[in-house]
Nanobody, 120 residues
Framework: QVQLVESGGDLVQAGGSLRLSCAASGSIVSINHMGWYRQAPGKQRELVAT???????QYADSVKGRFTISRDNAKNTVTLQMNSLKAADTGVYYCNVEGYLTDWRLFTSWGQGTQVTVSS
């Protein structure tokens, strides 16, 4: 009932920038939380950044000052601007959205993942 489409993953050199986007569609009446998580090979999925409906944000310590998360409530999209990328940022990045459907059931959805590779 909720579809997430991610885009923006790529191969980039260390120090470069990428912009990830995620668009949510479906029977959505409101979105509370949007966020980005990542999973490096052999590691658990970890939080990168989240943004709530109040526009309050949370970042992993490792990305503070380099990444910026933003959302467009009218378009149900969330964007992650990633600057000064490091090899340690390499991984599959997943979009996560939580909110309410038109029948007021709570939902949480994950995107299919987009690969970010930073070469050193």
């Amino acid at each position: 009932q909720v579809q997430l489409v991610e885009s923006g993953g790529d191969l980039v050199q260390a120090g470069g920038s990428l912009r990830l986007s995620c668009a949510a569609s479906g029977s959505i009446v409101s979105i509370n939380h949007m966020g980005w998580y990542r999973q490096a090979p052999g590691k658990q999925r970890e939080l990168v950044a989240t943004i709530r409906s109040t526009d309050s944000t949370q970042y992993a310590d490792s990305v503070k000052g380099r990444f910026t998360i933003s959302r467009d409530n009218a378009k149900n999209t969330v964007t992650l601007q990633m600057n000064s990328l490091k090899a340690a940022d390499t991984g599959v990045y997943y979009c996560n959205v939580e909110g309410y459907l038109t029948d007021w059931r709570l939902f949480t959805s994950w995107g299919q993942g987009t690969q970010v590779t930073v070469s050193s």
